[in-house]
Structure formats: structure tokens, C-alpha cells
């Protein structure tokens, strides 16, 4: 079982960025598929961002509309390690961020359905005033 370590969360002012990631034990990464989500308080947790299993030297990603432009997801499989780069941080984007993995084929599964995910990290707060 993949046990997942996220980092990297803090407070920022607006238009700042934040680098967060994701370690993973017990397992290799580069055997899932491994998404972002994120969850403010009183709302639903929201897919944020997700990448697959290398096909070659490259990956798929796709992300969610609001980070699109400004949030990159990227993986160093050697390392183990998901990231998430998050440059002109705004209020709305403060909420706990998870990474997730999922044994799930990228091209069929429902990538922002957080069901779709197999294992979950604890989560960092990421926290952006204005």
C-alpha cells in the first residue's frame, strides 16, 4: 500500500506562488495516476489538477479551469514525488490540498471524481490573504 506525504503549504499573499508536494513510501509512483484536489472549509472536496502514467517522455495532464495557466502539476517518478506549482495565488484558491493515486487507467477514469482514487495523502493547508 502507497502511503503519499504532502508539503510545501503555508500562508501567501495574494499573487504569490507556493510549491507544494507529494511524497510517496511504500510504493512506486510512477504506477499511478496522481491528481490534486483541494478542500475549503464547508465545501465539497474539488478536483484540482492530475497526471498520468508516462506514455514515453511524456505525460497527459488536465486541470481545473480556475487554475488553469497558473497551476502546474508535474512528477519526478526517480524521486517519487508529485509537485504542484501554484503561481498568482488568489483568496479563493485557499483550502487543504490533497494528492491522490489511483491504479486507474487515465484514459477512462473519471479524473475529478475523488471515488477514482485509490489513496490519499493527509493533506496541506495552503492559505492566501488578500
Known amino acids: 500500500q502507497v502511503q503519499l506525504l504532502e508539503s510545501g503549504g503555508g500562508l501567501v499573499q495574494a499573487g504569490g506562488s507556493l510549491s507544494l508536494s507529494c511524497a510517496a513510501s511504500?510504493?512506486?509512483?510512477?504506477?499511478?495516476?496522481m491528481g490534486w484536489f483541494r478542500q475549503a472549509p464547508g465545501k465539497e472536496r474539488e478536483f484540482v489538477a492530475a497526471i498520468s502514467r508516462s506514455v514515453g517522455h511524456l505525460y497527459y495532464t488536465e486541470y481545473l479551469d480556475s487554475v488553469k495557466g497558473r497551476f502546474t502539476i508535474s512528477r519526478d517518478n526517480a524521486k517519487n514525488t508529485v509537485y504542484l506549482q501554484m503561481n498568482s495565488l488568489k483568496p479563493e484558491d485557499t483550502a487543504v490540498y490533497y494528492c491522490?493515486?489511483?491504479?486507474?487507467?487515465?484514459?477512462?477514469?473519471?479524473?475529478?471524481?475523488?471515488?477514482?482514487?485509490?489513496?490519499w495523502g493527509r493533506g496541506t493547508q495552503v492559505t492566501v490573504s488578500s
Open positions: 511504500g510504493h512506486t509512483l510512477s504506477n499511478y495516476v
Open positions: 491522490a493515486g489511483s491504479m486507474n487507467r487515465y484514459s477512462s477514469m473519471r479524473l475529478r471524481d475523488p471515488p477514482s482514487y485509490d489513496y
